[in-house]
T-cell receptor
Framework: DTAVSQTPKYLVTQMGNDKSIKCEQN?????MYWYKQDSKKFLKIMFS???????INETVPNRFSPKSPDKAHLNLHINSLELGDSAVYFC?????????????FGPGTRLTVT | AQSVTQLGSHVSVSEGALVLLRCNYSSSVPPYLFWYVQYPNQGLQLLLK??????LVKGINGFEAEFKKSETSFHLTKPSAHMSDAAEYFC??????????FGQGTRLTINP
């Protein structure tokens, strides 16, 4: 069974469109994250939710809106997509927050904005 | 605040040779340190972590890392490289805050 899953794996869309990426974890973890990995492989946290509550909100354009319907799911909605949004987006989860626990990563969603 | 510097964006070694990937950290509080590996087109997988217990940490696939507070380092080593070790490696630090801070990554290439 996949521990952290993301859909879709690939997403190609045009500038100005709105898209969503879904993430689900079956590990029973309380905390979930969204990361962005750019073309140079640099990995940066975007958001963190603990038991459906927003904990971390880094300096991310407000075109990006996370939603956590329950603690096993964390979705990412992006409005008015721009060329610079092209990246790989990773979802991750950990037993709890605090940065001391191992994070389990999903396979990533490669977003290409044309 | 925490930060990580990985020395060398690309390391190339021969199969069977020693692997050494360097990581230096900065943290205003006692750090937790992690090494993750990313194989092509996959997510990150934990190799090992330091959480203030033993300074020499053993991980999966024969990797280990040594925490040296005086040098603020957490270098990753493996005595004998295998072709399957080719991947991107990330060092990360947290200082009790809610988040991990990742280094820029080191791409490891193994030559036959």
């Amino acid at each position: 069974d996949t521990a952290v899953s993301q859909t879709p794996k690939y997403l190609v869309t045009q500038m100005g469109n709105d898209k969503s990426i879904k993430c689900e974890q079956n590990l029973g973890h309380d905390t979930m994250y969204w990361y962005k990995q750019d073309s140079k492989k640099f990995l940066k946290i975007m958001f963190s939710y603990n038991n459906k509550e927003l904990i971390i909100n880094e300096t991310v354009p407000n075109r990006f809106s996370p939603k956590s319907p329950d603690k096993a799911h964390l979705n990412l909605h992006i409005n008015s997509l721009e060329l610079g949004d092209s990246a790989v987006y990773f979802c991750a989860s950990s037993p709890r927050g605090g940065g001391t626990y191992e994070q389990y990563f999903g396979p990533g969603t490669r977003l290409t904005v044309t | 605040a925490q930060s990580v510097t990985q020395l060398g964006s690309h390391v190339s070694v021969s199969e069977g040779a020693l692997v050494l990937l360097r990581c230096n950290y900065s943290s205003s509080v006692p750090p937790y340190l992690f090494w993750y590996v990313q194989y092509p087109n996959q997510g990150l997988q934990l190799l090992l972590k330091y959480t203030s217990a033993a300074t020499l940490v053993k991980g999966i696939n024969g990797f280990e890392a040594e925490f040296k507070k005086s040098e603020t380092s957490f270098h990753l080593t493996k005595p004998s490289a295998h072709m399957s070790d080719a991947a991107e490696y990330f060092c990360a630090v947290s200082g009790g805050a809610q988040k991990l801070v990742f280094g820029q990554g080191t791409r490891l290439t193994i030559n036959p």
